[in-house]
C-alpha cells in the first residue's frame, strides 16, 4: 500500500491542524495504522494507533486529551486531528501501516511509510 501524508503547515502555539493519511494500491482496511513523528534533531517517535476498523486506538502520554486518531476506509484515509498544539510539537510526521493480527507502537514493525509532513508550531 503507497501511503501519503498531508496537511501540515505552519501554525501558532494552542492552534489545530488536521493532518491526512490517503491510502492506495491495496485495501486501507486490511491495515493497522500509525502516526509516528521527527523532531529536528531528534529520533522519530511513536504518536498513535488506531487498528483497522478504527474501533481502537493507542496514544503516546504526551499527546493524550489533545490528538485523536480516527480513519475512513471508505475513502481509504486516516486522519490526525491534533489541537492544542505547542512548539515541542514541531516535527515532521508520518503515517505508516501494519497488517497483522494487532496494532503496534514499534517502528520497525510497520511495513509501509508515507513521506512525512512538516508541521511548525510557533510560540
Known amino acids: 500500500v503507497q501511503l501519503q501524508a498531508s496537511g501540515g503547515g505552519l501554525v501558532q502555539a494552542g492552534g489545530s491542524l488536521r493532518l491526512s493519511c490517503a491510502a492506495s494500491?491495496?485495501?486501507?482496511?486490511?491495515?493497522?495504522m500509525g502516526w509516528f513523528r521527527q523532531a529536528p534533531g531528534k529520533e522519530r517517535e511513536f504518536v498513535g494507533v488506531?487498528?483497522?476498523?478504527?474501533?481502537?486506538?493507542n496514544y503516546a502520554d504526551f499527546v493524550k486529551g489533545r490528538f485523536t486518531i480516527s480513519r475512513d476506509n471508505d475513502k481509504n484515509t486516516g486522519y490526525l486531528q491534533m489541537k492544542s498544539l505547542k512548539p515541542e510539537d514541531t516535527a515532521v510526521y508520518y503515517c505508516?501501516?501494519?497488517?497483522?493480527?494487532?496494532?503496534?507502537?514499534?517502528?520497525?514493525?510497520?511495513?509501509?511509510w508515507g513521506q512525512g509532513t512538516l508541521v511548525t508550531v510557533s510560540s
Open positions: 505508516a501501516a501494519r497488517g497483522g493480527l494487532g496494532v503496534s507502537v514499534k517502528q520497525h514493525e510497520y511495513t509501509y
Open positions: 494500491g491495496r485495501t486501507f482496511a486490511n491495515y493497522h
Open positions: 488506531t487498528n483497522w476498523s478504527g474501533s481502537s486506538t
